[in-house]
């Protein structure tokens, strides 16, 4: 049998070229994640590996479509190999040479390139953590809260509320929707320091 797994780090990302391409290939099955690829608990990919048998075949895109975690990914693969799963990757052309009966040629190559792969995704991924980082650290902050510009939604977790300021901003008799902007905090939290007080 051969399958063709697909993986996407979020929900608003497209699975569409990964699926254009499995088409090339004429799969039996295709299984799709849309998580992370920090580590290898994943529904789908957990489904396919319960039923891949012996002979079967496994495609990916790229390498970091399996994951994004070199040790992971060679505990994958080794995986796959004492299994009998042969272990196709797009972007790692060897992997798609039939060898015959010369199998410990492609398994050679394979962990090489793996190796070396398998590192740039791992750093592709410490990169994406840094980005998102600096692009956190770089909103502007209303409230004690970081905001986003492009949405204008607030990040992170409920700002707390301190006691004596919510008394300062209550005493002023402002409007609900003013003291909650000023202190940063949601109409629920406003209404239930109100009760506290």
Not at 48 to 62: A, W
Not at 104 to 111: A, C, G, S
Request: aromatic fraction near 8%.
């Amino acid at each position: 049998m051969k399958y063709f797994y697909c993986r996407v780090s979020t929900k608003d990302q497209s699975l569409d070229r990964q699926l254009g391409e499995a088409e090339k290939y004429s799969p039996d099955r295709i299984f799709c994640d849309k998580m992370s690829g920090k580590d290898f608990h994943r529904v789908e990919y957990e489904r396919m590996k319960e039923v891949l048998r012996p002979g079967d075949e496994v495609y990916v895109k790229e390498l970091d479509r399996l994951g994004r975690n070199k040790d992971g990914i060679k505990n994958e693969i080794r995986w796959f190999q004492e299994h009998k799963v042969v272990f196709r990757c797009l972007d790692i052309p060897t992997t798609l040479i039939d060898f015959g009966d010369q199998t410990w040629v492609l398994e050679m190559v394979t962990n090489i390139l793996i190796e070396v792969l398998g590192s740039v995704a791992e750093q592709e991924r410490v990169k994406i953590k840094k980005r998102q980082r600096e692009g956190i650290d770089a909103m502007p902050v209303v409230g004690g809260k970081r905001i986003s510009k492009k949405t204008g939604r607030f990040t992170g977790r409920p700002a707390v509320c301190d006691s004596e300021k919510f008394s300062e901003i209550k005493r002023l008799n402002l409007s609900v929707e003013e003291s909650c902007r000023i202190l940063g905090i949601s109409r629920a939290t406003w209404y239930n320091k109100v009760k506290a007080v």
